[in-house]
């Protein structure tokens, strides 16, 4: 009987080791540069583009640009509308130079696991708000390996139109970006 109470607790025991503990990831897991984006873009009174985005690193950097040309946008119309190259994506996070916050690595992976969902979310539908607010959006960026290029996934939209991601998991990770939008704005404050 020992024997057997033995040779069954070595088998859990390697059967264990084998398996992956989810508290500790794999380092290559996010293996994207760029991560989520805030942005807020008006044309009402001349080009404003700000916001901010939060790589792999969890580093949430700030940008202020005031010239369309040096702005890459996701392609609007054809068949890889609401797509953007990596070296467009990339050029663009290059311009954020101002870090605002750190984000803990186990709340940025929690979150990055949810872009996948997110990704393949339905929106609601595109309601008119007002004019002259400009576009306030939440997005996040999943890599699409058919077209080698990255899905920029809508969160949430507001101001002059208001859309939203009607996915769970889009709902979990917008809340999320509008918490850490708050925090951003509660350091301005402070300064």
């Known amino acids: 009987m020992r024997i057997v109470t033995t040779y069954f607790a070595s088998i859990l025991l390697i059967l264990s080791c084998g398996q992956k503990n989810s508290q ?26 700000r916001g901010w985005f939060v790589d792999r690193q969890g580093l949430m950097k700030s940008y202020s640009i005031n010239d369309p040309d040096q702005w890459n946008l996701a392609q609007e119309s054809g068949p890889d509308s609401g797509y953007i190259s990596q070296e467009a994506l990339l050029a663009n996070y290059d311009q954020a130079d101002g870090q605002i916050l750190e984000i803990n690595y186990f709340e940025l992976l929690e979150k990055y696991r949810l872009i996948n969902p997110a990704a393949y979310g339905t929106y609601s539908e595109l309601r008119s708000q007002g004019a002259d607010r400009g576009a306030i959006q939440y997005f996040c960026y999943h890599w699409d390996y058919q077209r080698g290029r990255f899905k920029q996934v809508l969160l949430s939209l507001s101001g002059d139109f208001s859309r939203q991601n009607l996915a769970p998991e889009a709902g979990m990770i917008d809340l999320w ?6 925090a951003y704005y509660d350091t301005l404050a402070s300064t």
Do not use: C, I
């Not at 380092?27 to 080009?47: C, I, K, P, T």
């Not at 970006?177 to 708050?182: G, H, P, Q, T």
């Open 24 to 49: 500790y990831p794999d380092e290559d897991e996010m293996r994207q540069e760029v991560l989520f984006h805030f942005s807020y873009l008006n044309n009402a009174w001349g080009y404003q583009n």
């Open 177 to 182: 970006l509008k918490e850490l939008n708050e």
